[in-house]
């Protein structure tokens, strides 16, 4: 399995920047409905009415800008987001670095690669039970996975960030940052796809076709093909 990876410039990030004690959070998704960001606000007019000082910053855009934005101001959350829009891979790494957690209540992806950034820079992470989420999300470990579309659940892990330590939301940081180098680390994933590749050029310079092996092209990519002259 060759996994998606981070680059250096999250990976070599040595310097474990401390969590602030503002109960900040960041979301880092295209504005569209299947990354959850109304069911995002409910939670956080949920948490509003119940008290709870803080803000969550909204990095990206997308079409459900206006619809979030008319929202915001009908139940009068001005004060708890910040619509930051679109913003570049460094900016987006300080604004990670500011937050305490990243929430990311998405309905359907694959394996985000903000969650990999997060927890690359020590930040833990709260986000969903789907597809390969917790393949790297590990629940009460380097973060919250939560069911998809439960509100109640999203205010509850939310209020877990803003109640808990630093030092205990940094060492979940840590662990879900030594995750990310084992098993997303763009350079040894890269050289995995190259195996692939120098195994399709053998095969490729033995003058066989797949047809001759009588292989499938699946098989070939997943370098199990022997022949009798290799």
Not at 87 to 105: I, N
Request: charged residues 20%; glycine residues 6%; proline residues 4%.
């Amino acid at each position: 399995m060759v996994h998606c990876g981070l680059d250096k410039s999250f990976l070599d990030y040595k310097s474990a920047t401390p969590i602030a004690n503002k109960t900040t959070f960041v979301c880092v998704a295209r504005l569209s409905e299947q990354k959850g960001h109304f069911l995002l606000l409910e939670a956080i007019k949920q948490l509003a009415d119940e008290g709870y000082q803080f803000k969550v910053v909204l990095v990206g855009d997308g079409p459900l800008r206006p619809a979030l934005e008319a929202l915001v101001v009908e139940w009068r959350l001005e004060k708890f987001i910040e619509f930051a829009g679109w913003a570049s891979g460094s900016t987006v790494r300080e604004r990670m670095l500011e937050a305490r957690a990243l929430v990311l209540p998405s309905f359907a992806e694959g394996l985000p690669v903000v969650i990999m950034e997060a927890l690359a820079l020590n930040r833990p992470v709260i986000s969903t039970y789907i597809a390969g989420i917790p393949e790297l999300l590990q629940n009460g470990v380097c973060g919250w996975l939560i069911p998809s579309g439960n509100v109640n659940a999203l205010a509850k892990a939310m209020t877990d960030v803003i109640c808990a330590l630093p030092s205990v939301l940094e060492a979940m940081g840590r662990t879900g940052a030594e995750r990310v180098a084992l098993h997303h680390d763009a350079t040894i994933e890269t050289q995995k796809l190259v195996k692939i590749f120098q195994t399709a050029i053998g095969l490729q310079d033995s003058a066989k076709s797949l047809e001759e092996l009588n292989v499938t092209p699946v098989e070939l990519a997943l370098g199990t093909v022997t022949t009798q002259n290799s």
